[in-house]
């Protein structure tokens, strides 16, 4: 037996009655990679790990989370540990400070394992664009985790560690949890600081957990939660403590499902999961209704201009001087900064910075992007509508499961289209969580549940409630 | 589709080479996204108000006193370069 697959509650109490040391977690943890063999890690954390591990042997265990192994996204900075964002251009960048969630985890004793690998710099939903080689879907090894979060859901489906963090700019937490039938929650954007996390796009990134189970993720919110004076556009509002509403009634919450996501471009079966979902909710007297939330068919062109308009502005820091890869071979500063460029950055960076300075020159500021910021206003305006007549609004995470490793590799728009459901809420800020709710041939399906601003709490009562209905069932 | 002048134009704006055998390509991928782009001009909005991002928070101003500094050890981990105090970079003005 091994102890990191018990709950994590029987792990606090053998850890609180000495029956077991963090040394024996972080053991099992690092000996699971080696089995696995899954590639989710590009960076090991081995003998801090080991050295923390053996200090807290002296500590009192005063949290429930303390001396828990923890697997962190290689795109958030951990101070004297590589952080690479898998790309060539970092592949050397030694961080020289810790972003605010490391210093967060670290203050509950948590155990840092390793950074997981992910797709460049976030951009992609496989994982095939990392530099560092694709990680495997554990369910599966010839398919893709999904992305670009890859790594931290791979580990933890995998169970290496019960913990991950993933960062969410399009659905880059959600679609990989849904692949890899796990819990993924991104949140409401300022709920969780950024600073020391590598910007993809700015007003879309938030970091988030992805666990094994509802209430697992729900206790790592309750840890990452909160202002933070290092980023501006962090909240001041109050961090609840997000299990609090777990095993409440579910039979008040007023629930919509808008059309578009049941609508023919979805697969038959993962809307056949999602409709149990429903019928199970209007037996236990919830009032579900179909909506129509307005401009959600542009979410993917709108995406394009706003992510990927800020992602060149983010991406134009790596020129060569400052840090990360430098190229010899130049006669002069463009020269410096290109040839860098030119090798440091795989394909998909490369095209989608390439897009975004382009519709960020000239008159295109005009044109594109200034009508996105409309266009992203009217569509968060339409959610806002909805969320004032409905407490969460539920959906499929995804348009289909995961698929088979190498998949449409030269299309520029696929990695874009998988991400058709979870983009419009990155676009409005909201929170959102991804819920396995039943397998199509044997590869989990991911439910989404979209809450309110600052509503996680909600989220993780109603995902409580299906996830323990799924278990009776079983 | 774009033509190659177009491409190379984009790809000066971002800082990045284009390889011959790279063009078409290039032509392809960036067409599809601009494309794909192009649809969210035929949206019909009426509301001039914008979002920039999801936050509404006021601008936040750092108070003048000395917090944690970073060490010089800490600045110069990652510079390609150091001599003595100083970080070592390429000429940058002809």
Known sequence: ?474 | MIDEGKVRHIADLAKLNIEDDEMSKYQKQLTDILTEIDKILKVDIKNEDIMISPSDNRNVYSLDVIENHISKNDAFKNAKRVKGDYIVVPKVIE
């Open chain 1, 1 to 474: 037996m091994r102890y990191l697959d018990l709950d994590i509650k029987t792990i606090n109490e053998k850890l609180k009655n000495k029956e077991i040391k963090p040394i024996d977690l972080v053991n099992e943890a690092f000996a699971r990679i080696d089995e696995t063999n899954l590639n989710c890690f590009i960076t090991l954390n081995k003998e801090e790990a080991i050295k923390k591990a053996k200090e807290l042997e002296e500590k009192e265990v005063d949290n429930i989370l303390f001396g828990l192994p923890i697997a962190i996204k290689d795109n958030i900075v951990t101070k004297d540990l590589r952080t690479t964002a898998a790309s060539h251009i970092l592949e050397d960048f030694i961080p020289i400070y810790d972003a605010t969630v490391i210093k967060k985890i670290k203050e509950k004793n948590m155990i840092i394992i390793g950074k997981t690998n992910m797709d460049e710099f976030a951009m992609g939903s496989t994982g095939e664009t990392s530099y560092f080689g694709n990680t495997l879907n554990p369910i599966d090894k010839t398919l893709v985790p999904g992305g670009s979060s890859s790594g931290s859901a791979s580990c933890v489906a995998a169970g290496i560690t019960p913990f991950s963090l993933g960062t969410d700019t399009g659905g880059s937490i959600r679609q990989p949890s849904s692949f890899c039938g796990l819990v993924g929650l991104k949140p409401t954007y300022g709920r969780v600081s950024r600073y020391g996390v590598i910007a993809f796009a700015s007003s879309l990134d938030q970091v988030g957990p992805i666990t094994r189970n509802v209430y697992e993720n729900a206790l790592l919110l309750n840890v990452i939660s909160g202002y933070d004076k290092n980023d501006l556009t962090s909240s001041l509002n109050e961090v609840k403590d997000y299990t609090s509403l777990m095993g409440q009634d579910v039979n008040n919450l007023k629930i919509a499902v808008p059309n578009y996501y049941m609508s023919e471009v979805i697969d038959k079966i993962v809307r056949e999961k999602v409709t149990n979902i429903i019928n199970l909710l209007k037996e236990k007297g919830c009032q579900v209704d179909y909506v129509d939330i307005d401009y959600l068919e542009y979410a993917i062109p709108l995406y394009q201009v706003i992510a990927l308009g800020e992602a060149s502005s983010n991406l134009a820091r790596y020129d060569g001087i400052r840090y990360g890869l430098k190229i010899d071979n130049f006669k002069n500063i463009d020269e410096l900064y290109k040839n860098t460029r030119t090798i440091g950055f795989g394909n998909e960076v490369k095209r989608r910075i390439m897009i975004g300075s382009y519709i960020l020159s000239g008159e295109n500021a005009d044109t594109y992007y200034y009508k996105a910021l409309k266009l992203r206003k009217e569509m968060t305006d339409s959610f806002k509508n909805i969320l004032s007549k409905y407490d969460l609004i539920i959906g499929p995470t995804n348009t289909d499961v995961a698929y088979k490793l190498g998949t449409k590799q030269d299309d520029a728009l696929k990695s874009f289209y998988d991400d058709l459901l979870t983009i419009p809420v990155n676009m409005a800020g909201l929170p959102a969580l991804s819920l396995p709710v039943g397998y199509k041939n044997n590869l989990p399906v991911g439910m989404h549940i979209i809450g309110n601003y600052f509503e996680e709490d909600k989220i993780y009562q109603l995902a409580y409630f299906i996830e323990n209905k799924l278990k009776e069932e079983v």
